[in-house]
């Protein structure tokens, strides 16, 4: 390296250092044959993988000819290189569907979660709920019709322990929905201060 210009001198020194530094990070990538890792790994990243790896053997060859001072504008690497940048494009498509596809599955699982509601609170609401007319005489009617014995009427006491319940109940019930318009609102909101990025 004495008899080169000292900018060159650098430049060659940085690339040595940048080559260890390669070697380094690749040693354990050697230390397991192809074949073991493709098997850990899911069709898209050994599709990757192997994209990457065609890739660079072209690219070395590529630039193997260029330091040997052969033409290279006619000769097949190039086309190679070409060939696998199609399959990089690819590659990269099937990855952002892939990734769609899951947001999309995220957002019907978080969107059927929502509509459900809470089957626990439900259950709860339609125990504290106050029975309607027709149903309170329909269960009089099926209450007597299989027991054959008349019911006797809640003394106020019970009456005034239910209330509390009901008026419990009426507040929960109130909560929830004044809580789920504050995030409509919210998201309305943050739709609204966002900009289209087109």
Do not use: W
């Not at 260890?20 to 050697?30: A, G, H, K, M, Q």
């Not at 072209?58 to 290189?81: A, R, W």
């Not at 319940?165 to 739709?191: F, V």
């Amino acid at each position: 390296m004495e008899g080169l210009p000292s900018d060159l001198q650098s430049s060659l020194a940085s690339f040595e250092k940048t080559l260890s530094s390669l070697e380094e990070s690749l040693t354990p990538f050697f230390n397991e044959s192809l074949k073991d890792q493709l098997s850990h790994l899911s069709p898209i990243d050994a599709a990757k993988l192997n994209i990457v790896m065609a890739y660079a053997i072209n690219t070395l060859f590529y630039m193997y000819l260029k330091t040997q001072g052969t033409d290279t504008s006619d000769h097949p690497v190039i086309k190679e290189l070409d060939r696998v940048k199609v399959y990089i494009n690819k590659v990269k498509g099937l990855s952002e569907r892939q990734k769609l596809k899951l947001n999309s599955d995220a957002a019907s699982r978080f969107i059927k979660h929502a509509l459900s509601g809470n089957e626990a609170q439900d259950e709860e609401d339609k125990e504290n709920q106050p029975k309607t007319p027709a149903k309170a005489e329909s269960s009089k009617a099926s209450g007597s019709a299989t027991t054959g014995k008349k019911k006797k009427k809640k003394s106020s006491a019970d009456n005034e322990e239910e209330t509390p319940k009901k008026e419990e109940g009426a507040t929960k019930k109130k909560a929830q929905c004044e809580k789920k318009h504050d995030k409509g609102k919210d998201n309305d909101s943050t739709k609204k201060r966002k900009k289209p990025s087109s």
